[in-house]
Antibody, heavy 123, light 107 residues
Framework: EVQLVESGGGLVQPGGSLRLSCAAS????????MNWVRQAPGKGLEWVSF????????YYADSVKGRFTISRDNSKSTLYLQMNSLRAEDTAVYYC????????????????WGQGTLVTVSS | DIQMTQSPSTLSASVGDRVTITCRAS??????LAWYQQKPGKAPKVLIY???DLESGVPSRFSGSGSGTDFTLTISSLQPDDFATYYC?????????FGGGTKVEIK
């Protein structure tokens, strides 16, 4: 059974930093691209970042570019999101989400999601 | 960036109704569109991918259609478990983008 378990959320002051983790199990983590998607309270879904299976390719939403860094440790089956210079508008539930793969081709929709971890940026 | 516009934003319907939700892309995305269902406090769940392919385990009352810029999610006979918020997502290009959501409420 595929499981994605996020952790690391919490309350942080504006300008502060936080690192989120997503522990994966039930699939061969090292062969799948992964993403972070967030959802502000009462709002819709916003894609945040993508990382390829080997970590050689990353993409970011403009809203977080230069402040957030996605990474992964395939030996630990864990995905990370380092968030720096946090702003009030970064307040959201952050989900890690698994990308679909068929052979060598990624299809960048999400077939499994974690339960989410809440990040609150407030003084 | 490709903008995804969903309509309506809220929909009131009764059990047994046929429900249609529309998603429009600001430029052509081929068939690279997915639909998700989200219930309060839960992660989204994929229903449809590649515009019209039903995800394994999803009831056949859900169907998707469209290509290019105009897409539709249809629930043929609304069930109590279907009251939720629905999102479309394009995966033609980065940044990946979602529609604003359609909340399906009990009439």
């Amino acid at each position: 059974e595929v499981q994605l378990v996020e952790s690391g959320g919490g309350l942080v002051q504006p300008g502060g930093s936080l690192r989120l983790s997503c522990a994966a199990s039930g699939f061969t983590f090292s062969t799948y691209a992964m993403n972070w998607v967030r959802q502000a309270p009462g709002k819709g879904l916003e894609w945040v970042s993508f990382i390829s299976d080997g970590a050689g390719t990353t993409y970011y939403a403009d809203s977080v570019k230069g402040r957030f860094t996605i990474s992964r440790d395939n030996s630990k089956s864990t995905l990370y999101l380092q968030m720096n210079s946090l702003r009030a508008e970064d307040t959201a539930v952050y989900y890690c989400a698994k990308t679909v793969r068929s052979g060598s081709i990624y299809y960048n929709y999400f077939d499994f999601w974690g339960q989410g971890t809440l990040v609150t940026v407030s003084s | 960036d490709i903008q995804m516009t969903q309509s309506p934003s809220t929909l009131s319907a009764s059990v047994g109704d046929r429900v249609t939700i529309t998603c429009r892309a600001s430029q052509s995305i081929g068939s690279w569109l997915a639909w998700y269902q989200q219930k309060p406090g839960k992660a989204p769940k994929v229903l449809i991918y590649k515009a019209s392919d039903l995800e394994s385990g999803v009831p056949s009352r859900f169907s998707g259609s469209g290509s290019g810029t105009d897409f539709t999610l249809t629930i043929s006979s609304l069930q109590p478990d279907d009251f939720a918020t629905y999102y479309c997502q394009q995966y033609n290009s980065y940044p990946l983008t979602f529609g604003g959501g359609t909340k399906v409420e009990i009439k």
